[in-house]
């Protein structure tokens, strides 16, 4: 039986965290609930709400597996395997809040608008298509500027986190004991990890604070999202920030030991997504690991399969139904990646993908 303190101090961290949590909970829910009067229902009228082939969605077992990522990510903390994050040690400013309250509520009132007009190509202009690639080049998710702007990324974890009324942090986590189990025997001042489209920074957060020596490189294709990451990531100095196409990194061959990709593969179109596994094979070292941190596909969740088949309704998704049905064994098997597991977090699926040693 474990001491006395030690008990006292486990039960005190654990309503720490749990009061934290708590407090998210009904901050995100709020604005997911004004949001949706906003925005309206997904589907439009006289639409269908969900296709044959799914059963209607399982409310009890969507509570059941949203409670049970909190659950298992303070089991985590309390095994060790990562750290309390900052987001749930550190009160938040008051000023802070207010602002992104009022942000998050001024640019649903544009992203219902673009909705309702079918608006997701405003990104899709000359000047953008001489930079990027066509497939990047729309509002996701409706939402304003696209991937392209300050204003985009500055507001970009509060619109994830209100979408999973607070989930997207244990979600992403139950990723970090896959990048453990992935360090494991290694040296972390000599490890090197890459994470795909690192967006605004948020992941790569709970990494370094996990393994603050482990030499990290940040790629994303948006400057202003490699900026927010910049800033976010912005108390260790040693993290290598690189603007480029994840199917096209002219990152050195061999180079990682860890490759990570969190939401990025459902916003690629299939052959994209081929070329990106190819170049994943190619960046990691023989035995490294790709740890790959996306939606659930249909199938993984009984009685959920109906809000993946919605979500690209209510969210301009092109490509997210087509990744709900991939064969991702298949998909990184023709690159030479070979299955080392997977774990569930609610609506997410983080898998791993190993490179053979030689």
């Known amino acids: 039986m474990a001491p006395l303190n030690t008990m006292i101090a486990n039960g005190v961290k654990h309503a720490a965290y749990a009061s934290a949590q708590a407090a998210r909970i009904l901050w995100y829910t709020g604005h997911y609930a004004a949001g949706r009067r906003l925005m309206g229902p997904l589907t439009e009228p006289g639409e269908a709400p969900y296709a044959e082939e799914f059963l209607p969605l399982d409310r009890q077992r969507l509570k059941d597996r949203f409670r049970a990522a909190f659950h298992q990510d303070w089991k985590n903390i309390e095994a060790g395997r990562y750290s309390m994050p900052a987001e749930l040690r550190r009160l938040p400013s008051l000023p802070g809040l207010r602002k992104q309250s009022r942000d998050y509520i001024r640019d649903s009132r544009k992203v219902a608008r673009r909705k309702h007009a079918r ?29 392209l702007t300050v204003a985009s990324a500055e507001r970009y974890d509060m619109q994830v986190e209100t979408l999973f009324t607070g989930a997207a942090g244990p979600m992403r986590r139950a990723s970090l004991p896959l990048i453990g189990a992935a360090l494991r025997g290694k040296d972390a001042a000599t490890a090197t990890l890459l994470d795909l489209g690192c967006g605004g920074g948020r992941f790569l957060q709970g990494v ?10 940040a790629l994303d294709l948006s400057p202003a999202y490699l900026g927010k990451a910049r800033a976010s990531l912005g108390r260790w100095n040693d993290v290598r920030y690189v603007e480029a196409n994840a199917e096209a990194t002219g990152l050195e061959s061999g180079s990682y030991d860890v490759v990570t990709a969190v939401y990025l593969f459902h916003e690629l179109p299939p052959k994209v997504r081929l070329a990106v596994a190819a170049e994943i094979a190619r960046l990691l070292k023989p035995g490294g690991a790709l740890i ?40 990184f098997a023709e690159a030479g990646l ?7 977090s609610f609506l997410t699926k983080a898998s791993v993908f190993k490179k053979p040693l030689p």
């Not at 370094?208 to 490189?217: C, D, I, M, R, S």
């Not at 659930?296 to 087509?322: T, V």
């Not at 070979?338 to 569930?344: K, L, V």
Request: charged residues 20%; aromatic residues 16%; proline residues 8%.
């Open 208 to 217: 370094k604070e996990n393994w603050p020596q482990l030499n990290v490189t």
């Open 338 to 344: 070979a299955p080392g597991g997977e774990t569930i």
């Open 292 to 331: 790959l941190a996306d939606t659930i596909q249909y199938g993984d969740e009984p009685g959920l399969d109906i809000l993946l088949e919605n979500f690209p309704r209510g969210f301009h998704e092109p490509y997210y139904d087509s990744y709900c049905r991939a064969n991702l064994v298949g998909l």
């Open 119 to 147: 608006g997701h190509s405003e990104v899709l202009t000359r000047p953008n298509t001489k930079k990027y690639p066509r497939y990047f080049l729309q509002n996701f998710h409706y939402q304003t500027d696209g991937w």
